[in-house]
T-cell receptor, first 111, second 112 residues
Framework: SQTIHQWPATLVQPVGSPLSLECTVE??????LYWYRQAAGRGLQLLFY??????ISSEVPQNLSASRPQDRQFILSSKKLLLSDSGFYLC??????????FGPGTRLTVL | AQRVTQPEKLLSVFKGAPVELKCNYS??????LFWYVQYSRQRLQLLLR??SRESIKGFTADLNKGETSFHLKKPFAQEEDSAMYYC??????????????FGQGTILTVHP
């Protein structure tokens, strides 16, 4: 069966520091991959999605970037974190536009 | 552009009472609507989708294209229904690859 992992589970970083969040999927190939942010009082916002290795689409302009170095690996990065980057980051996957399956999330606090 | 609105951030009911979580959408094409749920300390997961027309855990949701709504209903709420509920809309066509647009979410609390 398919599983999705996110690393780390929680992270506390100072303003201006870099960021790297990892998402990996097991048990499937060529998945569509998504990064969402769940900010307090603002619901779930799609940040990036990817339909293949090296293919990244950005949904909103921001301080973050995404990369997909391998078929089942999706990375969310920043060179310099802002306070407003704090939130709960969710990775998700699906195949052929079907139901999305979500990872456990990463809680990021920027101080 | 598509948009999903959940007007209630918080909703409290007593056990056994009916519950309705509201969801309205705007979309120029033919929408696919979903309800996702996140229980405490669990992952966000699909609850139901309008094309399935099924009842999950006693919940139902009917797509009303005239009112552009997809409200989630349950006649008798249970304490275990307490969770965060998200309404979501999917881009059904083109090169959207199944991207979801979510509402702001409603936290449902069912009191004993």
């Amino acid at each position: 069966s398919q599983t999705i992992h996110q690393w780390p589970a929680t992270l506390v970083q100072p303003v201006g520091s870099p960021l790297s969040l990892e998402c990996t999927v097991e048990g499937t190939s060529n998945p569509n991959l998504y990064w969402y942010r769940q900010a307090a009082g603002r619901g779930l916002q799609l940040l990036f999605y990817s339909v293949g290795i090296g293919q990244i689409s950005s949904e909103v302009p921001q301080n973050l970037s995404a990369s997909r170095p391998q078929d089942r690996q999706f990375i969310l990065s920043s060179k310099k974190l802002l306070l407003s980057d704090s939130g709960f980051y969710l990775c998700a996957w699906n195949r052929n536009g079907d139901t999305q399956y979500f990872g456990p999330g990463t809680r990021l606090t920027v101080l | 552009a598509q948009r999903v609105t959940q007007p209630e951030k918080l909703l409290s009911v007593f056990k056994g009472a009916p519950v309705e979580l509201k969801c309205n959408y705007s979309y120029s094409g033919s929408p696919e609507l979903f309800w996702y749920v996140q229980y405490s300390r669990q992952r966000l997961q699909l609850l139901l989708r309008h094309i399935s027309r099924e009842s999950i855990k006693g919940f139902t949701a009917d797509l009303n294209k005239g009112e552009t709504s997809f409200h989630l209903k349950k006649p008798f709420a249970q304490e275990e229904d307490s969770a965060m509920y998200y309404c979501a809309l999917r881009n059904a066509g083109g090169t959207s690859y199944g991207k979801l647009t979510f509402g702001q979410g409603t936290i449902l609390t069912v009191h004993p």
